[in-house]
């Protein structure tokens, strides 16, 4: 028997991760947690991620609904993973969650930035006053920020 279009186990999975992901960033530390924000039911959540003991399993549209509007994904997110593979699922605010990816927190990785190009800076032009050090750095956030690969300010 084939299995339906939304059916594939490789494709729950995926959504699994990807929900679970989100789930983490959002701090929401425990599977109850994230049912409650979303406002379904911790059993139905748990299809979702699946657990330990249970592979994930399809739901009904409706409380994928109820889930994206929660976790700050676009509607239609989960249908596309479920019954066309995506890799990544886009939020609200145009950021890109890749499957696997680590999720940082935006200011640590400001934060480290700005060490890294202090150091590069030092060590490949010394000439350069730090005023204009500086104006280099903050040009390259404004890029990144313009870019989307850094959260505006």
Known sequence: MTSRRGDNADYLH?????????RVSLGHVSKEAAAEACGISHTTYRKIEGTRDAAPERVRPTTYAKLEIAFGFRPGSCARVLDEGADSITLHDGT??????????????????????DKSAQLTAPHLTLSEAKAMKDEMLRLLRERGVLKSS
């Not at 995926?14 to 989100?22: E, G």
């Not at 680590?102 to 060490?115: M, P, S």
Request: hydrophobic share 45%; net charge negative; glycine share 6%.
């Open 14 to 22: 995926k959504l699994a991760a990807l929900v679970t992901q989100r």
């Open 96 to 117: 890109e969650l890749i499957e696997g990816g680590e999720i940082r927190d935006f200011k640590v990785l400001e934060d480290e930035f700005d060490r890294a190009f």
